[in-house]
């Protein structure tokens, strides 16, 4: 669904059909989807910049425009990628794509399971823990309906981070749905998550970064996370919204 709101040709009849019905809710999620692939560039361009060389990209997806190693070879050519996810339509899709790269991984997990991906043989081949590694947690705790539970997952990949380590995450919002907007956006996901929705408040949102260095500036609109120069302010349309933040480990 996701690569259906950027306009990509990799998704299936399932997708587009689930994709219509959240767009008859709320018609700017292939905005929001744009924004927030735009701070993923800008979030790890930023990162490569401050020396980070390690990528864990938790539910990355089927691969897009502008991925996680593409823009981090940019600034870094050294820099190492292990993508995770639990769907293995994307798996053997990424792996056929990145076969001949070998400083990037595909690795199936379930980012409810943390412990598990972090000791997979893949992710463990390409990254060195003892370094600074960068978590990129992008649109995916959303459909972790329990804060507790959300948490425990944020607390489990940050565990083994050493100090200059990084969390990225993004989370939409409900911005100006009405409350059944929300419910009937919730009932299109619930079949092909494997929870439900939760469009957090900010303040529920930055509670998630707790005990690291939340950076400037801070939980903001995907928009407004350290735009690039020249970069026009973003409208703001109703319906759905989404947040962002980078926190580093101190």
Same mark, same amino acid.
């Given at each position: 669904?996701?690569?259906?709101?950027?306009?990509?040709? $990799?998704?299936?009849?399932?997708?587009?059909?689930?994709?219509?019905?959240?767009?008859?809710?709320?018609?700017?999620?292939? @905005?929001?989807?744009?924004?927030? &692939?735009?701070?993923?560039? &800008?979030?790890?361009?930023?990162?490569?910049?401050?020396?980070?060389? +390690?990528?864990?990209?938790?539910?990355?997806?089927?691969?897009?425009? @502008?991925?996680?190693? +593409?823009?981090? &070879?940019?600034?870094?050519? $050294?820099?190492?990628?292990?993508?995770?996810?639990?769907?293995?339509?994307?798996?053997?899709?990424? &792996?056929?794509?990145? +076969?001949?790269?070998?400083?990037?991984?595909?690795?199936?997990?379930?980012?409810? @399971?943390?412990?598990?991906?972090?000791?997979?043989?893949?992710?463990?081949?390409?990254? $060195? *823990?003892? @370094?600074?590694?960068?978590?990129?947690?992008?649109?995916?705790?959303?459909?972790?309906?329990?804060?507790? /539970?959300?948490?425990?997952?944020?607390?489990?990949?940050?565990?083994?981070?050493?100090?200059?380590?990084?969390?990225?995450?993004?989370?939409?919002?409900?911005?100006?749905?009405?409350?059944? $907007?929300?419910?009937?956006?919730?009932?299109?996901?619930?079949?092909?998550?494997?929870?439900?929705?939760?469009?957090?408040?900010?303040?529920?949102?930055?509670?998630? *970064?707790?005990?690291?260095?939340?950076?400037?500036?801070?939980?903001?609109?995907?928009?407004?996370?350290?735009?690039?120069?020249?970069?026009?302010? /973003?409208?703001?349309?109703?319906?759905?919204?989404?947040?962002?933040?980078?926190?580093?480990?101190?």
């Amino acid at each position: 669904m996701y690569d259906y709101y950027l306009g990509g040709k $990799d998704n299936f009849a399932s997708d587009r059909a689930g994709a219509a019905k959240i767009l008859e809710i709320a018609p700017n999620v292939p @905005e929001l989807a744009r924004a927030n &692939r735009a701070f993923l560039g &800008r979030a790890v361009r930023y990162l490569a910049a401050a020396g980070i060389r +390690q990528f864990l990209d938790i539910g990355a997806g089927l691969p897009t425009q @502008e991925n996680v190693h +593409q823009v981090a &070879r940019r600034a870094a050519p $050294d820099s190492r990628v292990v993508y995770v996810d639990n769907d293995p339509i994307v798996l053997v899709h990424a &792996r056929a794509l990145l +076969q001949d790269d070998d400083r990037t991984g595909v690795v199936q997990g379930d980012m409810h @399971e943390p412990e598990k991906i972090l000791a997979d043989p893949g992710v463990r081949a390409l990254l $060195d *823990f003892s @370094e600074p590694v960068a978590v990129l947690l992008l649109a995916v705790l959303h459909f972790v309906p329990d804060d507790a /539970q959300a948490r425990r997952i944020v607390e489990g990949f940050r565990a083994p981070l050493v100090p200059g380590s990084h969390l990225v995450i993004s989370h939409a919002t409900s911005g100006t749905m009405s409350e059944d $907007d929300v419910r009937e956006g919730a009932e299109v996901y619930r079949p092909v998550t494997a929870g439900s929705l939760d469009l957090r408040t900010p303040d529920r949102i930055e509670a998630l *970064f707790g005990g690291l260095e939340l950076l400037p500036p801070g939980v903001v609109p995907l928009a407004d996370w350290r735009p690039d120069p020249g970069d026009a302010p /973003q409208p703001v349309h109703p319906g759905a919204g989404a947040v962002c933040g980078v926190a580093r480990v101190p």
